[in-house]
């Protein structure tokens, strides 16, 4: 009778090992923290497991939550902190009205945007309209020193000259003021842009369209 006792008991805490959250190890799209928490070769981005795009795997078959990209695809991710951020070297077509998230940067020396301009290799006042593009949208320089036309929700529209780029592939480092990368559809402002919308900078982040000047 005590071995039968003893027998279910070690039944019973295998049952609950097993379904310990300390021990869980998820699978596709299953929630995460750390890059042990997911199973096989997936990898933990922003709280989810999936497949790794420096790995190549496919075993999600594309199982991460849509991003703003359209055809565009991840290259790759940069650890910062124990974090995973995607990594972009590409964006979404350039349209007449280009959906975009506007962003607030500070290009002044000793700002938030990290070293000086990237085009032109200056830091520019707060009372510019300048902005930084995501990668894909800077596209080598291409755009350095054109006026785009940037409409936010409200209906209101101004101009601003592209000065930088918004790296969607590098960051955490000093040339980046320890950010991590862009995403792949940021236009990042200055005040002036923000204050010419008639944006509440206190968002931090809103919705806006953008087209070539």
Request: charged share 15%; glycine share 12%.
């Amino acid at each position: 009778m005590a071995n039968i006792v003893l027998i279910s008991l070690l039944i019973v805490i295998y049952i609950l090992n097993l379904s310990s959250p300390g021990n869980a190890i998820s699978s596709c799209n299953g929630p995460c923290s750390t890059l042990n928490d997911c199973s096989g070769q997936l990898i933990c981005i922003s709280g989810k497991c999936t497949d790794d795009p420096d790995v190549g795997t496919h075993i999600c078959q594309g199982g991460t939550s849509p991003s703003p990209s359209g055809s565009c695809q991840q290259s790759g991710t940069l650890i910062c902190d124990g974090t995973s951020h995607p990594k972009y070297e590409c964006s979404p077509p350039v349209t007449s009205s280009t959906p975009a998230t506007l962003s607030l940067n500070d290009f002044s020396q000793g700002g938030d945007g990290g070293g000086a301009s990237k085009c032109d290799n200056q830091y520019h006042s707060n009372d510019e309209k300048v902005v930084a593009l995501s990668t894909g949208w800077y596209a080598g320089g291409s755009r350095c020193g054109q006026n785009i036309l940037i409409t936010a929700n409200n209906g209101q529209s101004t101009t601003a000259k592209v000065v930088d780029e918004c790296d969607s592939m590098n960051g955490c480092d000093e040339e980046h003021a320890y950010q991590p990368p862009c995403g792949n559809n940021i236009v990042d402002g200055s005040d002036a842009v923000w204050k010419a919308l008639g944006l509440n900078e206190d968002l931090g982040l809103v919705d806006v369209t953008w087209s070539m000047a």
